[in-house]
């Protein structure tokens, strides 16, 4: 079974390397983390206010009424070709699984369908993680995978010895030739963002880095980005902004 918060596009990929590229996402429900500290306040369906990431919708299991659950991959395939049906037949769109955390969902059948099914059709798969869980490669298409790699720093209010595992990213960078880390900072936060990356950075390949400003409106963003820009500069690491955020703040669904 896999369960689905969302499908929607085509639209914009807005962060990582891939920023600007149409895609479509399809978003799964479930997280092993709540990223309280990124202070995204929001109120469930039965009216607790809660803090998380800007993904709250997909990652707290009270909203798990509004996904959709998924008995073979086919279904979602025949969601996406209706989206993608005045869509130029001769562009391979990018496809983008996204969460939530969607490595939950790895180990299942279906979820490993779903991905040959796209990269054998010629299109780019993107896997948005946070990279905490074990995983292993057992087949060639995997290695096709483009894993963006969100590991969150102490500014997420997570344990470390449950958000940093150096034993994946290794594995991650090592069978596959595009993936990259992503790490989301605010203007408060430079000083720790930057010893933490850098012990993160230690014993694993060498990879590309990205640093995001924080925030969920484009306001946020404004406040953050130009420290986080230097912050980029100063220590050889490459920025990206988050578009989707400055374009529709955090709209579902575009």
């Known amino acids: 079974m896999l369960e689905i918060n969302e499908i929607f596009g085509p639209t914009i990929q807005g962060e990582g390397k891939l920023v600007g590229t149409p895609s479509i996402f399809i978003r799964f429900g479930k997280c092993n983390f709540k990223c309280e500290g990124f202070q995204v306040e929001y109120e469930t369906p039965s009216g607790i206010k809660k803090c998380a990431c800007d993904s709250y919708f997909a ?3 009270e909203f798990k009424d509004t996904w959709t659950k998924y008995k073979s991959y086919d279904e979602i395939v025949k969601e996406v070709d209706d989206l993608l049906s005045s869509y130029p037949n001769n562009y391979k769109i990018d496809i983008v699984i996204t969460g939530g955390e969607p490595l939950l969902y790895w180990n299942k059948i279906e979820f490993q ?7 054998n059709d010629g299109h780019k798969v ?4 946070n990279a905490s869980l074990n995983l292993n490669f057992e087949f060639d298409y995997q290695k096709n995978i483009l894993f963006s790699m969100s590991v969150k720093l102490s500014n997420s209010l997570e344990p470390s010895k449950k958000r940093i595992n150096k034993e994946t990213l290794t594995k991650i960078l090592t069978n596959t030739k595009e993936s990259y880390l992503k790490f989301v900072i605010g203007k408060d936060f430079l ?3 930057n010893e933490e990356i850098n012990e993160i950075l230690k014993d694993i390949p060498k990879s590309e880095v990205y640093l995001m400003p924080l925030g969920d409106t ?11 820009i230097n912050m980029a500069i100063k220590n ?6 988050r578009l989707h955020i400055r374009v529709w703040n955090n709209k579902r669904g575009v």
């Open 126 to 129: 993107t896997i948005e993680t």
């Open 113 to 119: 369908k779903l991905l040959e099914h796209y990269i």
């Open 218 to 228: 484009a306001d946020e963003i404004n406040k953050n980005c130009e420290d986080v």
């Open 59 to 61: 990652v707290d299991t």
């Open 191 to 193: 000083e720790n963002a």
């Open 236 to 241: 050889g690491f490459k920025y990206c902004d």
